[in-house]
């Protein structure tokens, strides 16, 4: 967990950081020459003593960096064998000379979360470049001749002129925010993509580094070779020079991530307990920490798992990205029901089925499904449609929709709410290499009737954990309409109300 921060321009390169102290409390750092203002902030995790590595120099090149890649080990080594010499023992500096060794092609190198600003200083270039989930985050800022960057939009919206932006049809319709921000002039970088500014003419480009091709499997030996995979991607995350843990809930993706490794810290958040009055004391602090207003009640949970975690760990372990990868929401049941009886029994496809199923196609159930608002369900249907395009089921769709729609905002509060206690949160399930093959799955592999996730309950229960396969699914929560007077559990517009209400009124007292 770092940050980093940039400006072409005028603007306090120091405050930037500052603001952003929280997710870097270990080191900083500021580069500076007559075209740009670069600064780093770092979280010590790989490599604990070798100097400048934040920020990290070499040649015509300086690199910000935030984030891990995973397989640094192994690239060193390939690096080592072109004749590549390295004086340190990070991953920074192997992601520094992946670039220099085969420039964009490294993307395709690279296992990780990252976000990171590469400056040419001889080609007066910028490149920012996020991962493939977007675990990550990176927006910029521009407005006429200034350009600037940052870890957490906060640290642009506190020292450059920004204009709310009132009429963000995704945030209506998914209750968070994605590539547009709650400002109108900071945007996030899209996961999977980098973005190229030249300095001398004020352009930039934004394109993929990645997007998904459907690789072969073996179904006869899928457990397998996902069992391999899903271990080595724990393997290469427990690699780390500082405590770690495992956030653990109990349920079928923890669980798994457990059998894989002993780990000596876990944390588990009880959502029976009675947090009413802490909750109420945080939530300011919480909803500052986002950024932008997220409508899910696991951002406190988050906070409290963070906040003990970072008593005694610098690094934690989460089971993020199954659900999408792998089928796991209980709201992908209803339209994967409807799409088995659809293929078993084709022959009632024309007159039975309808009289019971009252949409016309998955799309537009999936719509109906997902939107938060039922005023935008139209703006929910034509940013999930892509995705229905690319798939021949929905099972797949629904996932895949997720993963790039919906998973940002899980991320945004995983990150958020671990950079406020200066810890990082890592995910194996998002290891490039499992959203790859989890994409690629057909949908019998995960679900089946009601059982969602198939192919990972086979592995849990091949590894002989088998308390986690029956237990109802049940997200991160807590009770925010009961503690508020409301009899419905499960209805999130008060509490999304609460923290837009709460999040214009910090707005204000920064901007005054």
């Not at 060794?101 to 490294?106: D, I």
């Not at 369900?377 to 929709?401: C, H, L, Q, W």
């Not at 057909?442 to 986690?468: E, F, W």
Request: aromatic share 14%.
């Amino acid at each position: 967990m770092c940050s980093i921060a940039g400006i072409v321009g005028k603007g306090d390169i120091q405050k930037m950081l500052a603001v952003q102290r929280h997710r870097a409390p270990d080191d900083s750092n500021f580069y500076e020459d007559r075209h740009l203002k670069l600064a780093m902030g770092r979280l010590k995790i790989i490599d604990l003593k070798s100097p400048g590595l934040c920020l990290y120099q070499e040649g015509d090149l300086v690199l910000s960096y935030n984030g891990e890649i995973y397989n640094y080990l192994e690239l060193k080594e390939e690096l080592q064998k072109s004749g590549l010499k390295f004086k340190t023992n990070s991953d920074t500096e192997v992601l520094l000379k992946s670039f220099c060794q085969w420039g964009y092609r490294a993307f395709d190198k690279l296992n990780g979360m990252y976000a990171f600003a590469l400056y040419d200083k001889k080609r007066k270039t910028i490149l920012l470049a996020r991962d493939i989930a977007g675990e990550k985050p990176l927006y910029y800022y521009q407005k006429g001749q200034a350009f600037a960057f940052a870890s957490e939009a906060k640290a642009l919206s506190h020292i450059f002129p920004v204009t709310i932006q009132e009429n963000n049809l995704f945030y209506k319709a998914f209750e968070h925010c994605h590539i547009d921000t709650l400002w109108e002039e900071i945007k996030e970088i899209p996961p999977a993509h980098y973005l190229l500014y030249r300095i001398k003419d004020n352009k930039l480009t934004i394109k993929p580094h990645w997007q998904f091709t459907p690789r072969s499997v073996k179904l006869k030996n899928a457990e397998e070779e996902l069992e391999t995979l899903l271990a080595d991607a724990v393997k290469i995350r427990t690699r780390s020079d500082v405590p770690y843990a495992l956030y653990y809930s109990g349920g079928i993706d923890s669980s798994l991530i457990d059998t894989f490794h002993n780990f000596q810290h876990k944390f588990y958040f009880d959502n029976k307990a009675d947090w009413k009055s802490d909750f109420f004391t945080k939530i300011e602090r919480v909803v500052w920490h986002l950024d932008t207003p997220v409508g899910s009640l696991s951002s406190y949970p988050l906070w409290k798992l963070a906040e003990e975690a970072s008593q005694k760990v610098k690094v934690v372990i989460s089971g993020e990205g199954a659900d999408e990868v792998f089928g796991g929401y209980v709201r992908y049941l209803p339209i994967a029901r409807e799409y088995e009886l659809r293929k078993k029994f084709p022959s009632y496809n024309a007159y039975l089925f309808p009289k019971y199923f009252k949409f016309t196609d998955y799309l537009e159930a999936f719509a109906s499904i997902t939107s938060r608002n039922p005023k935008h369900i139209s703006v929910t249907r034509e940013m999930i449609a892509p995705y229905f395009k690319m798939f021949n089921d929905p099972i797949n769709a629904m996932g895949f929709a997720d993963f790039k729609l919906i998973l940002p905002s899980l991320l945004q509060m995983g990150d958020r709410m671990a950079g406020a206690f200066g810890i990082e949160n890592r995910c194996p399930f998002l290891d490039r290499r499992l959203i790859e093959f989890g994409f690629s799955l057909p949908p019998q592999c995960k679900i089946s009737g009601l059982r969602q996730k198939l192919i990972l309950r086979k592995i849990l229960a091949r590894r002989g954990s088998h308390d986690a396969l029956d237990r109802e699914k049940e997200g991160l929560t807590v009770f925010f309409n009961k503690w508020s007077g409301k009899k419905i559990i499960w209805d999130r517009s008060l509490y999304f109300a609460f923290v837009k209400d709460i999040w214009y009124k910090t707005y204000n007292q920064i901007r005054k």
